[in-house]
C-alpha cells in the first residue's frame, strides 16, 4: 500500500513538473510585444517587365528511340512597342534529345504575319516571307496604330511539316 502511495506521489510530481515545463517553454515561444520590438516591415521588390513572348515544345522519338523536344521561341524586341516605332520579332529553334542539345532544324520557308485582333478582314494586315539561312531568323514590323495585335511565324520544314508559334500583343499609341 505504501508503495502504492508513493508511486502515485512520485508520478504526480513528474505530472506536475512536464506541466511547469511546457509552460515555461510556451511563455518563451510568445511573440515579442510590438511595444518593445522593431516596427514590422514590408519588402518589396519590382520585377523588370519581360519581353512578350510564346514557347512551343514539340515532343517526339528520334530512330534510335530517344526523348526528343524541338523548342520554337518566338519573342518581341522590347518590352514597350508603340505604334510607330519599328519593333523586332526573334524565332529560334533548339533540339535536345535525352537532354543534350542536338543540331535544330532550319526551315526552308518561315511567313511571318500580323493581324489586328478582332478584325473582321480574313487575310492577314501584313505578310512577309523569308528562307532562313540558320534556326535562328528576325523579322521587323513597324504597328500602324494602337490595339491589339496577334503575331505568328509558320515555320515549313519540309513541305508537309509547318509549326506556328503566335501571341498577342499590346500596341499602345505613339508619343508625342
Not at 514590422?40 to 530512330?63: F, G, M, N, S
Not at 524565332?91 to 504575319?113: E, H, L, N
Amino acid at each position: 500500500m505504501r508503495n502504492t502511495l508513493l508511486s502515485e506521489k512520485i508520478l504526480a510530481l513528474h505530472l506536475f513538473g512536464i506541466c511547469a515545463l511546457a509552460s515555461i517553454s510556451a511563455q518563451a515561444q510568445e511573440a515579442v510585444p510590438a511595444v518593445l520590438g522593431a516596427p514590422p516591415r514590408t519588402i518589396t521588390a519590382k520585377l523588370a517587365e519581360k519581353k512578350p513572348e510564346r514557347v512551343v515544345d514539340l515532343y517526339w522519338h528520334d530512330d534510335a528511340r530517344r526523348v526528343c523536344v524541338d523548342s520554337y521561341k518566338l519573342e518581341a524586341g522590347r518590352t514597350e512597342i508603340r505604334a510607330g516605332e519599328s519593333v523586332s520579332f526573334r524565332m529560334r529553334i533548339q533540339r535536345r534529345c535525352d537532354d543534350k542539345s542536338q543540331k535544330a532544324p532550319v526551315p526552308i520557308k518561315a511567313v511571318f504575319s500580323v493581324r489586328a485582333v478582332g478584325s473582321r478582314k480574313s487575310a492577314p494586315d501584313f505578310v512577309e516571307t523569308s528562307t532562313p539561312s540558320s534556326s535562328a531568323f528576325s523579322f521587323a514590323h513597324t504597328f500602324t496604330k494602337a490595339g491589339s495585335w496577334q503575331v505568328s511565324v509558320v515555320s515549313h520544314l519540309s513541305p508537309d511539316e509547318t509549326h506556328t508559334v503566335s501571341f498577342v500583343v499590346q500596341v499602345m499609341a505613339a508619343e508625342l
